[in-house]
């Protein structure tokens, strides 16, 4: 049976008991929807082939060729993955567009006796869906953004106030980036499509009566897009203002950096973007610091040169209202812990 969803919600609440994604492994982990497994009635080299045979020879040829490949890998799944499943079983099955993959899949499911469901559109649907919530779509959130100069510890706090039981929504973490130039993490990050998902996951699960608490961030984390509607509201979202003297962000900093610190060869190739910006003394100046291995007075000199004046220059640019601001003292666990009640309180407490 072809099933349309006419919203994401709708679709996220599908009722079957599990959603196969029956697209190549290669196509399954750019995105898929959320909770499905991979059952690839064609794998990448599969695809590649029969795609190639249906432009350069015939389409006659490929489709026979993919039929066959199709139902001996669905067979194989059958026999192994799906084996446990007794008679009651309801899956959802989809493909790129919807079409002959999934057809033919939950073709042999039915046969067998399960009540197999099919999205109408497959993928492309559901990507329709993600993009008319996070692009097209108000959302009915209030933003509350978490500000302040790099190395404010803003997304230790807003793990802090999740924590306490505050309605959080962690932007770099769903992007996996830190959200600067030197931001990158160890595993790379989710393709733009895979971040919409966790992003639009993450909010449809929210309470759109409470408050949410955002680290104000630029337009992009790392290589990712912050979607328009969700920027548009950041932009506008007051502001929580955190502050710290320089010598405590340096020294957090330069702990929750090390990783990018240690790299001497790498950190030197993303400076050197930057010498369109910088003075070529300046990037020389943080070259030598790296040569000495010295982490804390590079990482004050890249605060100073570079990082401060960009925030400055950002704030005036997106200058929405601050309601409150939060000292951090010199960012001891304790300082942080204390903020986050601040910060938690003015979230949530009387009045909001």
Known sequence: MSLRFKTLQDLLAHGHDTVIDVRSP??????????????????????????????????????????????????????????????GWRPLVYCWRGGQRS????????????????????????????????????????????DGYTGSAKTALLQRVGELGGQVLDLEGLANHRGSLLGAMAQPQPSQKGFETALALQLIGMDPLRPVLIEAESSKIGARIIP????????????????????????????????????????????????????????????????????????????????????????????APAVAEVDLGQMREADLLRAARQIHHQLEGPGR
């Open 26 to 87: 290669g196509e399954f982990a750019e995105d898929h929807i959320p909770g499905a497994i991979n059952l690839p009635v064609l794998d990448d080299e599969e695809r590649a082939q029969v795609g190639t045979i249906y432009v350069q020879d015939s389409p006659f040829r490929a489709r026979k060729l993919g039929a066959a490949l199709v139902f001996r890998n669905a067979a194989k799944h059958i026999e192994n993955s799906l084996s446990h499943h007794d008679g």
């Open 228 to 319: 328009p509607s969700l920027w548009r509201a950041l932009k506008c979202a007051p502001r929580i203002d955190v502050t710290a003297p320089i010598e405590a962000r340096c020294r957090y900093l330069t702990k929750a950096y090390d990783d990018i610190l240690s790299d001497a060869g790498g950190l030197r190739e993303k400076l050197g973007y930057l010498r369109r910006h910088q003075a070529g003394a300046v990037i020389d100046q943080w070259f030598a610091l790296i040569d000495q291995g010295d982490k804390a007075r590079l990482t004050r000199a890249l605060m100073q040169d570079h990082y401060d004046p960009s925030y400055r220059k950002s704030r005036r640019l997106n200058g």
């Open 103 to 146: 057809g033919s899949f939950s073709w042999m499911l039915q046969q067998i006796g399960w009540r197999a469901g099919l999205v109408e559109g497959g993928y492309q649907s559901y990507r329709r869906l993600v993009k008319d919530y996070l692009y097209d779509q108000k959302l009915p959130f209030r933003l509350l953004a978490l």
